[in-house]
């Protein structure tokens, strides 16, 4: 809504609280009718009592305080080139004093925050920040009237004596005009625009931030793309028109009636305007013209930039080169020249040309790069190439030495901060905006903007609150604090796919007036709107496949019961007077059969039904039904007879339809109609659980956070953190776990804290001589065994060969089955021997190896 | 066992049938479904041999209005509805579900006036011979097991058949079924189907997903399951069970060559048939635009089919060439007619469909102007109405009557004046159009005659090259000058001038006569095109529109003037 078509809105306003009055008297006309003349005055006057109670809470200067020891070396000291060029700016400066007596001083070299002369060029740092909003203009233009908290120069028209380095700024978060355009120079320099350092005069607003006077750029209407409407295309066949036969004089004398009062209702809208304007031009300034400023000029050619255009930094917004607010040029720098402006600025910045090759328009300082805007893009660095050009004069120039500045740094943490505390309010004619950084509030607002009615911002007309990373979904909300009337908008993803909801916010329960807009395309049901008023209800669909489009309820009073307090709603629900249903055209059907509109009269226990225009027919057939009277007893079976039905066809030759063919459309309208009831219930109980949903929400506010946002989720967090520590559990574990060989040897010995060359030796040689123990035993078992398992397959044999005669063909089998058992496991055994035989000496050497890189004995050997 | 099979028949079956059961017969869905479910129960358990047997004792019956009405009655509505449907006639054409199981039934006749019918139950009956079913257009589901049915016939009409059953009959061959496109499901077991052969048959059918063929002579073979999946691509269920993957790759696996063999003969057949269609909607259209046979040298060829002395005259030395370049001349005139004719054809196409547009988008407009005026009296009816009925006073009635009467007749006007100021603006436009097509038409034709002619000049030159050719030869032969031998026809032609001189005009008339022709042929068709095209249109856009408008209009107003006519006020009284 424009704030400037305020008188309208209170029109408005009273007309749509008469009308509530008449709707809806029971809710809030007897409240506001009732209240006195005497009492609202009372309150008028309360209100203005309150209104002088204005609390200044008291400001504190968070900006850490440096100290002088803390700057690095180039901050407190010029080196040799510095001071070259310093005094080659100080000659400059002489003869610029000398050839030009009546303009004023040069901005050339001020103090820095250690009080050392810095030359203006070597202040600009050219650096390109990791954030990938910084690499267009406009994002750096946004961060540095963001993040920089502008500070007014001590006098309007004085240059100012120090300029810190913009590394300074960034960390103190505080600057003059000067600092700022440095800073954001550098930026821009970073991102390859071809930017520069403006020094000049500006309009009192422009030099003090007063934004005031501006109408805040998220109220700008956008440049509305007009849908032509598509003309009519006269095709060759097209009908004529019919004649029209009123009289032609009648008809011009009539519109010229109509245009002449539209001129006069013109001519008083400019008037009042033209009023208007007068009202608000900012009163005389008598420094017009002095005021020192700085801001940022950028050439066309680099970056794609098409034309040139300046940027204000200490509102970040650009503007083109003939804006008003810049009254002329003095002088302008980047990181390589210094240029001074020898045009005429009478007019402004209107008729400068920007050709700093031309040295009758620009004095350049340094002979050095006098094309900058010459230059071939793809050479890489400017201050090389004009270097080399210097080699073949004869004359040898000086050139820039390197910035003296740290180079500049944001964390992610402050860049996301953005402003200093990471809130920032700037005031607009008739609005006020607000910014937050995203999760400083607890409920997500990231932006506020308030409108009035008057440029003293007392009367509110409308507030927009835009919020990010809601778990509800909620994107914006905007409240009109003239009617009353609250929308919300959310994002995609909520559960039942609201989009939009506009309620009044006296009345936020369900059965009031309230708009409900949802994506379509995310419901089954294909639902796009719900209006709702306290005894009505419409909805509107989409594709379905019922074709159903519009659906419109008609509640009567509930009937009052004496309920229990604090019974559900449902329990007692609206009675239904009737339902409106209307459906698109099903071309399966015919046009006769195909309902177009359903009306169920349920007060009245009839239904009413229009059918679909035949191609080509302008009356449509209509039935009505009279509902049995059994009809609503559940399971009844329907009685009919033929006078309940009424009906019109649109082609009266037709066969009147079959009784039993209406018995069975009736039988199906009555469930249809049951039907329909149901989902009028359905939709207030959805309304209803949406609501109890938003409040709920409200109440919790809780904020998402990405998964990929390492910093500020929490649970990612304490993830990661839990992971690590059983990383090192397990690590710790594993350690454990691995035998110490020498533990026995050194219990022996008592476990000593350090261990003497002989004790060490002594273990050494004890630890080896018991794995060659060892060893060898192993290899005697393994003999051992061998030779029992042997010398029972002799006996065996030999039984054998004694008892060969009488023998059993199973004990044959047996005897023969044990041989072969017993001479696997003898060659196993046999195996193992020869296997240990060769692995006993490689096992030996590796503990020696072992032993010798041991920590504890490594030292003796 | 038995019991098992039954319920797994029952319910692959009913994943189709039931949906069917359900939509068509609603209430008597139970009643089918456990009819059903017993039936194949039943049959498995008892050979069918005896059941024949079992009916064999009664007297063959006769489908007669009796029997029928008696299943209507039978089968009909229950309830309040039963009662009304008592009340009023019965139409057969009404009926869209009849079954006439288990009736004895020997041949189906006197079936033809259910028209609408889409569901037809004909099962456990004697039945020999599919015959008296041609009707029964709406058909979905047919059911004709347990007959004795020998060969699939008289099923050519029913197109919208999905489900079709012939269990437990002596078919021997699957035929005779190309127009069922729809087929959903085929019940064929306990049939006499030997030949695996003939199910490639079952191919075309690229809807078919459940086949029943157990029972079948061809059951036993080994390679039986394989070759059914293999070859019926669209299968899902086969005999009752769900086809699994593992039995489907096995089964392309094993009939992967003679598989491809015939899909590529259903491909190629398939191009065969595009072309063809392609071929003849390219000559419809040349027909449509009067120039076919017109691209190519048929026409120089026609000239000389009937013409018996020109082949005679050919042979005269150097008759050849100059064919030869009256054919290139004449051909390309006749491309050119050909292409002008085509453009000038979509060029009144372009037209014809412009007019339409233009006409249809009038009506529109039109009826939209009357929907809004039917709309905003309808709203003041209702008030009106609603006024009445609350009006107890005689007087005032009278008035308020009158009043109504009065927005009645206005709105008629209303109406009328539309309808008239449509008949104007139609009437101005098809006059525009009539004219301009006649323009067009006539170009046309005084274009394809010009080209004509220039076929008609060469054709005299050739005639006059041919004369003297003619002559001349004559004149050698006479005095023996010729080298080459002549044919024997032509000699008896060179007997004298005027024998000579006649052949040669005669074979020249029967040239222009064809020319003529064809060239009558292209005018009168394009004249009558346009104007039985303009006599539809005054017809059908003038005449017929208005007086189904004002029909309309008058008994919508007579309507709206008896209703209040009718109305019991308490005022009248």
Known sequence: MDVSDGPAIVIGEGENEQENGEDAPQQNGETENGMSAEALAAVEELKEEMDNIVLEPPVIDFAPTQFLED??????????????????????????????????????????????????????????????????????????????????????????????????????????????????CSLLLGAGYDAYVVCGYATRECTLRDETRDICPLLKKKDEVKTETEKKEVKKYTVKPPKDLRSKFILKQEGRKEEEKEREIQ???????????????????????????????????????????????????????????????????????????????????????????????????????????????????????????????????????????????????????RCPQGKKTVLYKRAKLEKFAHYLNKDGLITRLSMYHDRELTDLVQVKEWFSNRNDKLDLRVTNHRTGQVTEYYKQGRTRHLKEQTYKAISPGPESDRTQIFYNNARVDGLTKREETPLAMTEHFTDRDDFLFYRHVVFGRRQKKLEPAGSLPSSNPRPIVKIIERFHRNKAKSADEDV???????????????????????????????????????????????????????????????????????????????????????????VREILNDRKLEEEESELDISVYDTERNEKAKQHRIERERQQLEEKKRREEMELDYLAPFLAQIGDPEKLTRQEAIKLKEDCLSDLKQRLIDKANLIQSRFEKETAELQKKQQWYQQNQVNMQKDDEEEYMEYCSEAMFRINILQLRLNRHKEMAPMKYMALEQKLRTDGRLSEFF | MNMHFSTLTTLTVSQYSVVQYCCLSGSNFDVAYSKRFSRVGFLKTHHCTKMSRLYDTVAPS????????????????????????????????????LRLDFKNILKIDNLWEFTSLVKLQLDNNIIEKIEGLDSLVNLVWLDLSFNNIEVI???????????????????????????????????????????LDNLIYLRKFKNLQTINLSGNPFCDEAKYKLFVVAHIPSLVYLDFRLIDENTKTAAKEQYRYAIEELVADETSAENKRLELEAAETEFNKQMAA????????????????????????ASLPGVDELLNTYKEKMVAICQQVFSFGLQEHEKRQ?????????????????????????????????????????????KVMDSKLGEYDEETSKLWDILMGYELQLVDQLEDTIKDF?????????????????????????????????????????????????????????????????????????????????????EDDIIQRANGWMASLMERIHQEEEVVRNRDRVKEINNFIDNLKEEVRNLELPGMQ
């Not at chain 1, 001071?83 to 100080?90: F, T």
């Not at chain 2, 006769?62 to 309830?79: N, S, T």
Request: glycine share 4%.
């Open chain 1, 71 to 184: 700057f690095p070396l180039p901050y407190r000291e010029n080196d040799n080139k510095e001071r070259l060029v310093l005094a080659y700016a100080e000659n400059f400066r002489l003869q610029y004093v000398h050839l030009y007596r009546d303009r004023k001083p040069l901005f050339l070299n001020p103090l820095n925050e250690c009080n050392t002369e810095k030359f203006v060029c070597t202040t600009i740092r050219p650096t390109l920040l990791p954030f990938h909003e910084l690499y267009n203009f406009d994002g750096c233009a946004e961060l540095v009237a963001d993040y920089v908290t502008f500070e007014a120069m001590e006098s309007p028209i004085e240059l100012p004596k120090t300029m810190v380095s913009p590394a300074t700024v960034l960390k103190r978060q505080k600057g003059n005009c000067f600092e700022m355009s440095t800073l954001l």
């Open chain 1, 267 to 417: 001519e008083k809208r400019n008037e009042e305007k033209a009023k208007q304007e007068e009202l608000e031009k900012p009163p005389a300034d008598d420094l017009f013209g002095l005021r020192i400023h700085s801001w940022v000029l950028v050439l066309a050619g680099k970056r794609e930039v098409p034309e040139n255009f300046f940027i204000e930094p200490l509102t970040g917004n650009s503007y083109a080169t003939t804006h008003d607010a810049f009254l002329g040029i003095e002088s302008i720098w980047n990181n390589n020249n210094y240029w001074v402006n020898m045009q005429d600025c009478s007019n402004g910045c209107k008729d400068l040309v920007f050709d700093l090759g031309d040295c009758v328009r620009w004095e350049y300082m340094f002979p050095s790069n006098d094309k900058p805007i010459l230059d071939i893009p793809d050479v890489d660095d400017d201050g090389l190439d004009a270097f080399d050009e210097d080699e073949e004069d004869v004359e040898k120039h000086l050139d820039m030495p390197p910035s003296w500045v740290e180079p500049l740094s944001l964390t992610l943490k402050e860049y996301q901060t």
């Open chain 1, 596 to 686: 177009a509109e359903r009306i169920f009269l349920i007060a009245e226990d009839r239904i009413h039904l229009t059918f679909h225009h035949e191609d080509g027919k302008i009356t449509a057939s209509v039935r009505e039904f009279i509902k049995p009277p059994n009809a609503n007893d559940k399971g009844a079976i329907l009685t009919y007879s033929p006078d309940m039905t009424s009906t019109f066809q649109v082609d009266p030759h037709k066969k009147p339809a079959k009784n039993l063919y209406l018995y069975n459309m009736l039988v199906e309208l009555v469930s249809q109609e049951e039907k329909s009831v149901h989902g009028v219930r359905d939709s207030e109980e959805e």
């Open chain 2, 62 to 97: 006769v489908i007669d209005e009796k029997l029928l009405l008696k299943a209507i009655d039978e089968q009909g509505p229950k309830e309040e509805a039963g009662r009304i449907a008592k009340e009023e006639e019965t139409e057969f054409a009404d009926i869209i579900a």
């Open chain 2, 153 to 195: 016939e008289n099923l050519d009409k029913l197109t919208k058949l999905e489900d079709l059953t012939l269990y437990n009959n002596r078919i021997s061959v699957i035929e005779n079924m190309d127009t069922l496109t729809r087929l959903h499901v085929l019940s064929i077991g306990n049939n006499n189907l030997s030949s």
């Open chain 2, 290 to 313: 009067y120039v076919e046979n017109l691209d190519g040298p048929q026409l120089f060829e026609s000239l000389f089919t009937d013409d018996p002395e020109a082949q005679k005259l």
């Open chain 2, 350 to 394: 372009k037209e014809v469909s412009e007019f339409y547009a233009c006409v249809e988008e009038a009506k529109k407009e039109n009826k939209e102007m009357g929907v809004t005026k039917i709309a905003d009296f309808d709203k003041y009816r209702k008030k009106c109405l609603a006024d009445l009925t609350l009006i107890s006073d005689s």
């Open chain 2, 434 to 518: 009539e004219r301009s097509l006649a323009d067009m038409v006539s170009n046309f034709v005084e274009h394809v005659q010009g080209l004509i002619s220039q076929v008609r000049d060469l054709e005299n030159i050739h005639h006059e090259k041919v004369l003297e050719i003619a002559i001349s030869t004559l004149e050698k032969y006479v005095k023996n000058e010729l080298d080459d031998e002549l044919s024997e026809e032509l000699k008896m032609l060179l007997v004298d001038k005027d024998t000579i001189t006649s052949a040669v005009s005669a074979s020249h008339d029967v040239h222009l006569l064809k020319i003529d022709n064809r």
